[in-house]
């Protein structure tokens, strides 16, 4: 079974404050992958990075960044210089893959957690 | 680059009306999802389709069933709409080639009065 826990429902941060959220996954499988998606107040789910259990490199992109570890199972996201505009529900996603080569890649998200940027 | 194309944008039902939502995927991507996210809460996953054949299962509820066509959209219907079934329908698709990208519709907000 797997499971993706996001401890942190709601946060509200000052704009130019940093702010990182967190995710911790639970799966029994070697190869997987794991997502970060923005859910802006709009609706639609804004693909943010993907990142594969082969590959615990950190990421950055502009004032993004994400912190990969193995060791705890977590995969971290971290906005710097928080902006009004990031204000949305950010969700962690996980999918293992698949063994038999076709079919199901289904995700399974966290909770979410809320995040509000205030002017 | 074209995305995953959902239509309606929006859909407004009564209760135990039926519903079809339409997904059209990404060019060459054979693998079609479905889900549902409920007000506050995190998508669950539906149902998906490989090459047209269901592949994987997920809360779907008998009322509901979905298939995908040879031009590889896909379509759900709901029947005997509930107020429950009011939600944010998604559709994503993804590709076994290349890096397992999973790219996600603008989405369906179905209320049902």
């Known amino acids: 079974a797997q499971k993706v826990t996001q401890a942190q429902t709601e946060i509200s941060v000052v704009e130019k404050e940093d702010v990182t959220l967190d995710c911790v996954y639970e799966t029994r499988d070697t190869t997987y992958y794991l997502f970060w998606y923005k859910q802006p107040p709009s609706g639609e789910l804004v693909f943010l990075i993907r990142?594969?259990?082969?590959?615990?490199q950190n990421e950055i992109s502009g004032r993004y960044s994400w912190n990969f570890q193995k060791s705890t199972s977590s995969f971290n996201f971290t906005i710097t210089a928080s902006q009004v505009v990031d204000s949305a529900v950010y969700f962690c996603a996980l999918r293992t893959a698949p063994y038999s080569g076709a079919g199901s890649y289904q995700l399974t998200f966290g909770k979410g957690t809320k995040l509000s940027v205030i002017p | 680059a074209a995305g995953v194309i959902q239509s309606p944008r929006h859909l407004i039902k009564e209760k135990r009306e039926t519903a079809t939502l339409k997904c059209y995927p990404i060019p060459r991507h054979d693998t079609v999802y479905w889900y549902q996210q409920g007000p506050g809460q995190d998508p669950q996953f539906l149902i998906s389709f490989y090459e047209k054949m269901q592949s994987d299962k997920g809360s779907i509820p008998d009322r509901f069933s979905a298939q995908q066509f040879s031009d590889y959209h896909s379509e759900l219907n709901m029947s005997s709409l509930e107020l429950g079934d009011s939600a944010l329908y998604f559709c994503?698709?993804?590709?076994?080639?290349?890096?397992?990208?999973?790219?996600f519709g603008s989405g369906t907000r179905l209320t049902v009065v």
């Open positions: 990142r594969n259990s082969f590959d615990e």
């Open positions: 994503a698709s993804s590709s076994l080639e290349g890096d397992y990208g999973y790219t």
